[in-house]
């Protein structure tokens, strides 16, 4: 407010200054000029009404209105007058105008007076950004891009974070030393300097941070990494050291820091823009965090997918006193998650919100923040003023298998071949040990698939088997080999080329990483999550390469051999799943259930004749295509 006041005076003192000016310039219109000898002879011609002089300027009018203007000469004509009065003219006189002191020095100075406000207009506009939130310009580069948030603008507290319970744990203590530093600083106990969130993105650690400042109700300043570093080399430090300033005048207070990761990469490695100016400005944040001036009361919390690429520096206790994991939460985590995001959404009264949490596994919070608001738009599409399990189910399928495409025009020949690349996915997947059942299989064209079968657990997955992965493998090649049972080798189309690159990718992640196999051993033959790209990959010689190609051909045609001979066992089944999925598009559990015990298919189910959604343990399971396993293994999607 002060900023506003101070820029219109500013304004208003322009303003008069100029009015001023202007007003004392102000001219009626000009009327005509003539010369003197014009004047005289039509003054002797009776053509003047009447004259105003004014020291050596005369201005008159003529006996038809026009008005004119002329300047004698200065010199004494005596005879001027006489020739007016006796031609009837009527004669003025004026004093002549004389400006103020003031007034002649205020004209005299006005273009340095308008050069220094302009100069001054500029300046106020490049440093608009100095101070904490400020928008910036050309002359405060150096200065912190930090946005501050004081309390009362932070709303958010633990109420509006679920499903991370032991990371709320760990950060409450920093609100309690907030609220009351003494209660630790009385037996020797010191704040954290800084707390390192990391995790999967969208799990929460960027709203887990603004609820500490919202339940401590303490100034809170938010940057990213990448706005500390620039073209010009020392901004990035400049910055750091001014953000840090600013922080220890509203002390006790938060920096949260996102993606610090940009700035806070391994010195030396040469990469992420490893500069002279990124490192600088790592080295000058590791001084602030911890060198010899105190930052007491400034607690810095940071956040990061990959921490593994952070400097140790960085890490080390004094500067990261803690580090916390933010993890995809559970299933008890996500039916917290989804009470928080539905408190605002009209929900019918039969909704089960553990069931859609048993249904989403795999799912982080701003997956099911999304599943909230897709739902509520298939129920505005509807028309309906309640949201039912129809729409989350729709909505699910979407977030998992991407939106239909019933706009695609499919021959019957491609259905039909894309019923029974779909139905050798499900058959296979319901027929090899540990794997997870198959909840839904469709024809129905989504995103760049024509076909999609979806399996999902019946309870969160941490680790898997061996047994697991390789029935994993049986149900990936279960599309291509039903194609090829029923149009032979020739008859193969390309529908199976995820299928390939995901079953490829698992095999050679079975004996490279995991130690799946007898002949390699459980050793790591290429590091795969290096931090340094490009240097990731062998660490092993030419023979090892040969041998872990064959052990990876041996898996392949171990499991593709292993998924023809269930298929060339139930071909009946096959055909009856296929002429289904030609009448009806999609099949759910239940009826992938009658049909591999060769019973009669039932009709699909209507939503509004039950109370035991699909979803649930009995008939649903896996993690979506958001929700990798850290095995990982792929999602639960085959598609063709």
């Excluded at 959404?345 to 923040?369: E, H, M, N, Q």
């Excluded at 495409?405 to 894309?418: F, H, I, L, P």
């Excluded at 090649?477 to 090829?484: F, K, L, N, V, W």
Aim: proline fraction near 5%; aromatic fraction near 6%.
């Amino acid at each position: 407010m002060n900023e506003m006041a101070k820029n219109l005076i500013l304004w208003v003192i322009i303003a008069a200054i100029l009015l001023s000016i202007f007003q004392n310039f102000k001219e009626g219109p000009t009327p005509n000029t003539i010369s003197y000898t014009n004047f005289v002879d039509e003054v002797q011609t009776d053509r003047v009404r009447s004259v105003v002089i004014e020291g050596l300027i005369i201005e008159g009018e003529h006996h038809d209105g026009t008005r004119f203007r002329t300047v004698r000469p200065d010199v004494y004509d005596s005879g001027l007058m006489n020739d007016l009065l006796n031609h009837n003219v009527n004669v003025e006189g004026r004093e002549p105008h004389k400006q103020s002191v003031w007034m002649q020095l205020l004209v005299a100075a006005f273009p340095i007076l308008l050069i220094v406000l302009i100069f001054m207009f500029f300046m106020r506009q490049m440093q608009g950004g100095a101070g904490a939130g400020g928008r910036g310009g050309p002359m405060s580069f150096g200065k912190s891009k930090a946005k501050l948030l004081s309390e009362d603008q932070i709303k958010t507290t633990f109420s509006d974070v679920a499903g991370v319970d032991e990371a709320k744990e760990e950060v409450g203590e920093l609100v309690e030393f907030l609220r009351d530093p003494s209660k630790f600083q009385s037996l020797g106990g010191r704040i954290p300097r800084g707390v390192l969130m990391s995790g999967p993105p969208g799990t929460g650690k960027t709203l887990l941070a603004k609820a500490i400042a919202g339940e401590a109700k303490v100034p809170f300043f938010s940057i990213s990494g990448s706005d500390f570093v620039e073209m010009f080399v020392g901004v990035g430090a400049s910055r750091v050291r001014d953000m840090f300033e600013q922080a220890k005048k509203q002390a006790p207070c938060i920096i949260f820091i996102d993606e610090i990761d940009a700035v806070g990469r391994t010195r030396g490695g040469g990469v992420g823009g490893g500069n002279d100016e990124r490192e600088q400005t790592l080295n000058q944040l590791l001084v602030e965090m911890d060198g010899f001036e105190a930052n007491d009361g400034v607690i810095v919390i940071a956040a990061s997918n990959r921490p593994d690429v952070l400097d140790k520096a960085l890490l080390r206790p004094g500067r990261f006193d803690r580090q916390i994991y933010v993890g995809l939460p559970d299933i008890r985590g996500r039916e917290q998650i989804l009470k928080v995001h539905s408190r605002k959404v009209p929900l019918d009264d039969k909704i089960d919100l553990g069931i859609i949490a048993r249904g989403t596994p795999g799912f982080s919070g701003a997956d099911l923040a999304n599943l909230i608001n897709e739902a509520a738009l298939f129920a505005a599409r509807a028309n309906r003023r309640l949201l039912t399990m129809e729409e989350f189910e729709h909505a699910r399928d979407k977030i998992l298998m991407g939106a239909e495409r019933r706009s695609m025009v499919m021959s019957e020949e491609e259905k039909a071949n894309t019923a029974y690349h779909e139905a050798g996915h499900a058959i296979v997947g319901r027929l090899v040990p540990e794997h997870d059942p198959v909840h839904k299989v469709s024809i129905i064209p989504r995103g760049r698939a024509l076909g999609v079968t979806q399996f999902l657990p019946q309870e969160d997955q941490y680790s898997y088997s061996k047994r697991k992965l390789e029935g994993q493998l049986c149900s990936l090649y279960g599309g291509r080999i039903a194609e090829e049972l029923i149009h032979g080798p020739d008859g193969v189309t390309t529908g199976a080329s995820n299928d390939i690159e995901r079953a490829s990718q698992l095999a050679r992640s079975m004996v490279t990483r995991w130690g799946l196999t007898e002949k390699l051993g459980p050793i790591l033959y290429g590091d795969e999550e290096s931090a340094i790209p490009g240097q990731a990959g062998k660490n092993f010689s030419g023979s090892v390469s040969q041998q872990i190609d064959e052990e990876v051909r041996n898996i392949v045609d171990s499991t593709y051999g292993r998924a023809e001979t269930l298929l060339k066992e139930n071909i009946d089944i096959l055909h009856a799943m296929k002429a289904a999925l030609m009448e009806y598009e999609t099949l759910d559990s239940e009826q992938v259930d009658d049909l591999m015990a060769r019973r009669k298919v039932r009709p699909p189910r209507d939503w509004h004749d039950f109370d035991h959604p699909p979803g649930d343990a009995e008939t649903s399971g896996e993690a979506g295509a958001t929700g990798k396993s850290d095995a990982g293994i792929g999602g639960p999607v085959e598609d063709s």
